[in-house]
C-alpha cells in the first residue's frame, strides 16, 4: 500500500498525509532506547511515511 502525498504549502516537496510525531521517541512519557526508537522510524520510513513532526523542545532534542 502506498500512502497518499500532497504538497508541503507553496513548495514542490512532497509529504506524506500520513505523519510520525517523534515526541515519544523524545522521552515525552518514558525513555524509550535508540534501538526501539531507530527501529519505529525505520518502520514508518519503510511504510511509506515522509512527514515528521519533531521540535527542539521534544525530549530537549532527543527526537531530532
Known amino acids: 500500500m502506498t ?3 500532497k504538497l508541503l504549502g507553496k513548495t514542490p516537496v512532497q509529504v506524506s498525509t ?3 510525531g517523534c515526541a515519544p ?3 515525552l512519557l518514558d ?3 535508540t534501538e526501539a526508537a ?3 522510524l525505520d ?3 519503510d511504510g511509506g511515511v515522509r512527514f515528521y ?3 527542539p523542545f521534544y525530549g530537549f532534542g ?3
Do not use: H, K, M, Y
Request: hydrophobic residues 45%; glycine residues 16%; proline residues 4%.
Open 25 to 27: 521517541i523524545g522521552g
Open 43 to 45: 518502520t514508518a520510513w
Open 3 to 5: 500512502l497518499p502525498t
Open 62 to 64: 532527543a527526537s531530532e
Open 38 to 40: 531507530q527501529g519505529a
Open 31 to 33: 525513555v524509550v532506547d
Open 18 to 20: 500520513l505523519g510520525f
Open 53 to 55: 513532526d519533531t521540535a
